[in-house]
């Protein structure tokens, strides 16, 4: 069976829940919707799952005027996109970058329904404005507010053989790791397991990307999306069979060369570049040529 796109996801909200879509438009920044809104505490920097792991479970859906949020424990919210004329300093990593408040209201639901006080929501009315990490993308690349770059894709192959060796280790009755740990957003079926990792030019559908670095996994993937608790895997489980260079690694980021294509699920996928394996994931910065002889 030729490789093929199996899921698409994107995450309205950056750390909540993601929406499953039969098809997206592939725009500069990663698929149309994805990431546009995020949380900041007081002084405008990013908070995530890692510091607030209830914040997997709240879910966005994105409306015709903006967001409809839902979450356990509080009745469910509409927000409408904020004025882009009011802008407020955000930050996320070593970006810095502006970002419209959606107000009041929606500070206070997210603080109800986290149990975290001086939370904001945030809007990125034009994502152009964040460029992608020079070491790794290109000169006019860029990214929302995802953590680097536009899209993340994963194999279900991978997938597979990180699950033999999760359930191997793990008693009786252990689920497998479902897709959604990652946070992808695009999956592909019909690949050798890791074979990602060598990807440099991949072809989805009608759309082409460059692969500019592997994913380094933090703690946000022993996060259970279901329940918010955290565990020990997958990390124990990559560092057995995915380490690289002190770091666990699982899915590549990409970077769009076509934007403005609609990928759908059950499109072939293509390899139209790939190293010889063995060296595992990209993870050398490329365009900088200091950090590379180091």
């Known amino acids: 069976m030729s490789p093929r796109l199996t899921a698409i996801h994107r995450y309205p909200v950056k750390s909540c829940r993601g929406e499953s879509l039969e098809q997206a438009v592939v725009e500069?920044?990663?698929?149309?919707?994805d990431r546009r809104w995020m949380l900041v505490d007081g002084g405008g920097r990013a908070v995530t799952a890692r510091?607030?792991?209830?914040?997997?479970?709240?879910?966005?859906?994105?409306?015709?005027?903006?967001?409809?949020?839902?979450?356990?424990?509080v009745e469910p919210l509409d927000v409408v996109t904020p004025d882009p004329t009011r802008q407020v300093p955000v930050g996320m990593w070593s970006s810095s970058f502006t970002a419209a408040p959606a107000g009041a209201e929606a500070?206070?639901?997210?603080?109800?329904?986290?149990?975290?006080?001086?939370?904001h929501l945030v809007h990125l009315d034009d994502p152009v404005r964040r460029p992608t990490s020079p070491d790794y993308g290109d000169a006019g690349d860029v990214v929302s507010m995802a953590d680097g770059y536009p899209l993340l894709v994963t194999t279900e192959d991978s997938l597979a053989a990180l699950n033999d060796e999760v359930l191997a280790a793990a008693p009786t009755g252990r689920e497998p790791l479902p897709m959604s740990r990652f946070r992808p957003n695009v999956v592909v079926r019909g690949v050798p397991a890791w074979s990602e990792d060598d990807w440099r030019v991949v072809r989805i559908g009608d759309a082409v990307f460059r692969a500019v670095k592997g994913c380094a996994r933090c703690v946000l993937t022993t996060i259970d999306p279901d329940t918010g608790e955290r565990e020990r895997e997958p990390i124990r489980s990559l560092a057995r069979v995915h380490r690289y260079?002190?770091?666990?690694?699982?899915?590549?980021?990409?970077?769009?060369?076509?934007?403005?294509?609609?990928?759908?699920?059950?499109?072939d996928v293509e390899v139209l570049d790939a190293v010889e394996p063995g060296s595992g994931p990209l993870r050398v910065p490329t365009n900088n040529p200091v950090a590379s002889a180091h």
């Open 245 to 267: 260079d002190g770091k666990t690694w699982f899915g590549v980021n990409l970077v769009p060369d076509t934007p403005g294509v609609t990928i759908r699920v059950g499109d």
């Open 51 to 73: 510091e607030v792991n209830r914040l997997v479970l709240v879910h966005p859906e994105i409306t015709a005027t903006g967001l409809r949020l839902s979450a356990p424990g």
């Open 107 to 119: 500070d206070a639901w997210f603080g109800a329904a986290l149990d975290v006080a001086d939370l």
């Open 28 to 33: 500069p920044q990663g698929l149309a919707g």
